[in-house]
């Protein structure tokens, strides 16, 4: 089942994606390594722990004093002690035989015959210079952050400056180019025109999920799954951006689920092990430390009634505690139904959630969020921000309201917009090129639109199903053009700047994927629209082959789409065969064929008859 689509616009992905990206325990290892070494190199790394807190820091234990099921000292060979860089020590610079003594005299003759194998590289090693290990060419995808008066009145945007996160990469070559496998490289690599389709999906059967990066190839009509993020929990939304948390620029999503947590995860590597952040959820730090100290002092406890009780057994240590792990402070205290990544003030991220509390959070800062909203009443099913306002947004939930927001208002009911939908709310949506415009679709298959600046009033209402309408979604690059997702199985288009003011329905068409759950358009092409649902199937549709779509919105598509549809025409057009045409021409084939067998035949009774008549005579 697909829960949820989005699309990573053209331009935003790393052409030469990853294979994997450091941990926050390694990056902190790198950093200390390198803050040791440029103050004193001599000596050795610090560890990456010796700031750790103690109420964070794990116990430790005398390992000889530990049970002998417990130490990992069952060995039949002894273990060869060498002395670490640094230390004193002759075994530096030398190697060691299989029996782990240094090998110091090598015999002669050897030496001759490794001299010219080794030559060379051991020039080429001794004459490198600095210049050979300059890394690759830092990302050209640039961020500037922000710090307007807007975001301070949000509570959002103190940073006065946002360090860049160390970019490291992977062992290369002279040439610069990686040394793994030039095919895989090739499979992975990123072309211009491919278009990266994001889909979160759950296998229900076997209770697994994941996020699904898939690469459509317009010109071959090509779709395949290029690489695949494994999510803790069912995904319920998503929300694209294109800032982390150290304020640099990259390819990144949200994603909500059932639990707590906004889980935010870096596009551009292949294998991620986990996150680069996550905003509020449960606090495993504390956990983790409860638990080593209760295995401490369950530890402890059996060893002293062991003491005391000699020859009888010691009770086993109790089971560790079931309890949650508590939460960060201003998380979520349920799911995330709602999830949208601000385009004006890129690192701020709005949230709803089924504890009916809408938060809006700094990625720069992912500890706490910036403010708290708690105008709905029931669970928040949906946010979405103003196109061109970067601090107003709008919200739905079950309470059926629809509401407007301005995130400077810190939490102030009074100055909340309402209007009521009718039933709960779907799906909200600013009309991007009248965004004054607010569109909602209700579970009981309504879509309304009011003015914001009076919304005691709707524009306009209709009926976008029976079954229900679960997924709206405006194209961001057609004036007009709504798409609608239906449990009935259907994909709708729909014209919203109309002549009466009234949106009609251009085309509707079984999707063949199951019911609708989601639906989105892709921000850097007129007429792709995503889809998903129970089938599990991601669906593309390019409405630039339906003529109904091109006519309608003929007066407000680009140039360049105009040109590829009628090429695309063109070559349908060339390629279509007119069985008309061909049994026509068979036709006449046949009947001159007939023709000249009827005149054939005509001439050969003509000449039978002359040679009748000459035999008469003689």
Not at 3 to 17: E, L, M, T
Not at 70 to 81: A, G, Q, S
Not at 438 to 467: P, T
């Amino acid at each position: 089942m697909i829960s949820a689509i989005g699309f990573v616009p053209q331009g935003k992905a790393d052409p030469r994606p990853k294979r994997y990206e450091l941990s926050t325990g390694e990056m902190n290892m790198l950093k200390a390594v390198e803050t040791n070494e440029s103050s004193n190199p001599d000596a050795l790394p610090p560890s990456p722990f010796a700031d750790t807190p103690a109420s964070n820091a794990l116990p430790t234990v005398d390992i000889s004093s530990l049970p002998a099921d417990l130490r990992m000292d069952e060995y039949d060979e002894e273990p060869v002690t060498v002395n670490v860089v640094g230390a004193d020590s002759e075994v530096i610079g030398t190697s060691l035989g299989d029996d782990g003594i240094p090998q110091e005299e090598i015999d002669e003759e050897e030496m001759d015959d490794d001299d010219d194998d080794d030559s060379a590289s051991n020039s080429s090693d001794s004459d490198m210079s600095d210049d050979d290990f300059e890394p690759l060419q830092h990302d050209d995808r640039e961020y500037e952050p922000t710090d307007t008066a807007a975001l301070t009145a949000m509570g959002l945007g103190h940073n006065a400056t946002y360090p860049q996160e160390p970019h490291y990469f992977e062992d290369v070559d002279e040439e610069g180019e990686d040394e793994g496998d030039e095919s895989d490289e090739e499979d992975t690599n990123l072309k211009p025109t491919d278009v990266l389709c994001l889909s979160a999906t759950t296998d229900v059967a076997d209770d697994f999920s994941t996020l699904e990066v898939y690469v459509y190839e317009p010109p071959t009509g090509n779709l395949y799954v290029h690489h695949d993020i494994a999510l803790p929990a069912f995904p319920l939304c998503m929300a694209w951006g294109d800032v982390n948390p150290s304020g640099g620029a990259g390819n990144y999503v949200a994603i909500g689920t059932f639990k707590e947590g906004i889980e935010i995860w870096n596009l551009d590597v292949l294998d991620p092990l986990e996150p680069i952040t996550t905003l509020g959820g449960e606090d495993m730090s504390s956990a983790e430390a409860a638990a080593a100290d209760a295995m401490l002092k369950a530890y402890n406890e059996k060893k002293e009634s062991s003491k005391k009780k000699k020859g009888k057994k010691a009770p086993p240590p109790p089971p560790p505690s079931t309890a949650p792990a508590p939460l960060h402070p201003g998380s979520h205290a349920d799911a995330v139904m709602a999830l949208d990544w601000n385009k004006i003030h890129r690192q701020v991220l709005v949230s709803g959630s089924a504890d009916s509390t809408v938060k809006l959070w700094d990625i720069t800062k992912p500890n706490t969020p910036a403010s708290t909203f708690t105008h709905h009443t029931g669970k928040v099913s949906s946010v979405s921000f103003h196109p061109t306002e970067g601090t107003i947004f709008a919200s739905g939930g079950f309470d059926k309201f629809a509401c407007v927001v301005d995130g400077r208002m810190a939490n102030d009911a009074s100055k909340v917009r309402r209007a009521k939908i009718g039933s709960d709310c779907e799906e909200l949506a600013w009309d991007p090129f009248k965004p004054e415009r607010l569109i909602a679709a209700g579970e009981n298959g309504k879509i309304m639109a009011w003015d914001v600046r009076n919304m005691s009033k709707k524009l306009w209402e209709v009926d976008g199903g029976s079954y229900g309408v679960s997924s709206i979604a405006f194209n961001p690059k057609v004036p007009g053009m709504l798409a609608t997702a239906s449990i009935d199985k259907t994909v709708g288009v729909w014209d919203t700047h109309t002549a009466s003011g009234t949106p009609h329905c251009v085309i509707k068409k079984d999707s063949t994927v199951g019911k609708l759950y989601t639906c989105n358009f892709y921000p850097s092409h007129d007429l792709l629209l995503g889809f998903g649902g129970t089938g599990g199937q991601l669906g593309l549709w390019e409405m630039a082959s339906e003529d109904c779509v091109v006519k309608t919105f003929e007066n407000r598509l680009g140039g360049d789409t105009l040109a590829k549809v009628a090429e695309t025409a063109e070559l349908d057009r060339k390629a279509e065969v007119d069985f008309e045409k061909i049994m026509a021409e068979e036709n006449t084939a046949a009947k001159n064929a007939r023709d000249a067998a009827k005149g054939g035949s005509k001439k050969k009774k003509s000449k039978n008859k002359g040679k009748k008549k000459v035999a008469r005579k003689k």
